[in-house]
């Protein structure tokens, strides 16, 4: 899972709570990506970063919220908007220079809402 | 949104057969990659391909991309029970991300 650490491994939530799924890395990438995996599915872009303070919505990006305050961090909040949040939620990290855009993933945080 | 499609949606094999398994998508790239993701974990990548490149090799994995057909296909010889995982194409464009598609699962048998 190379040098990405996501936290926790597992988190219940109750309907109508927010919460916050931390990301890390200490590759030096500039860009990072949250996906979202359903299951038998492939992964669904929901925000990513390119440089520190910036950020951009991807394919579905409703009721999820980011920061990118520090390089090495890149937090993802799921809101109480998000109404079907149970999931695998699974972030990575990239290199941006250079043309060679392979990601590298964390573990991934498995998110049930009770 | 989704790009890539993988064929078979899952694939059981004997160990030490050969597994392929095959890729398309729809619009035009900059490169295709595959990645590997047991199960619970987090994915790994296992080759690149650009969109001028026709074949890669990496140790027992052959990837060939056809841009005219869009389609690539993966094969991994000799397969070993470690080989069991899912596999997914994800394809690049000129914005960084990747589009990735619903992965093929496979299974090796001792």
Known sequence: ?114 | SQQGEEDPQALSIQEGENATMNCSYKTSINNLQWYRQNSGRGLVHLILIRSNEREKHSGRLRVTLDTSKKSSSLLITASRAADTASYFCATGSNDYKLSFGAGTTVTVRA
């Not at chain 1, 949250?34 to 991807?58: A, C, E, H, M, T």
């Not at chain 1, 990118?68 to 109404?83: D, G, H, I, N, Y």
């Open chain 1, 1 to 114: 899972d190379g040098g990405i650490t996501q936290s926790p491994k597992y988190l219940f939530r109750k309907e109508g709570q927010n919460v916050t799924l931390s990301c890390e890395q200490n590759l030096n990438h500039d860009a990072m990506y949250w996906y979202r995996q359903d299951p038998g599915q492939g992964l669904r872009l929901i925000y990513y970063s390119q440089i520190v303070n910036d950020f951009q919505k991807g394919d579905i990006a409703e009721g999820y919220s980011v920061s990118r305050e520090k390089k090495e961090s890149f937090p993802l909040t799921v809101t109480s908007a998000q109404k079907n949040p149970t999931a695998f939620y699974l972030c990575a990290s990239r290199r941006t220079s250079g043309d060679n855009n392979e990601q590298f993933f964390g573990p991934g945080t498995r998110l049930t809402v009770l």
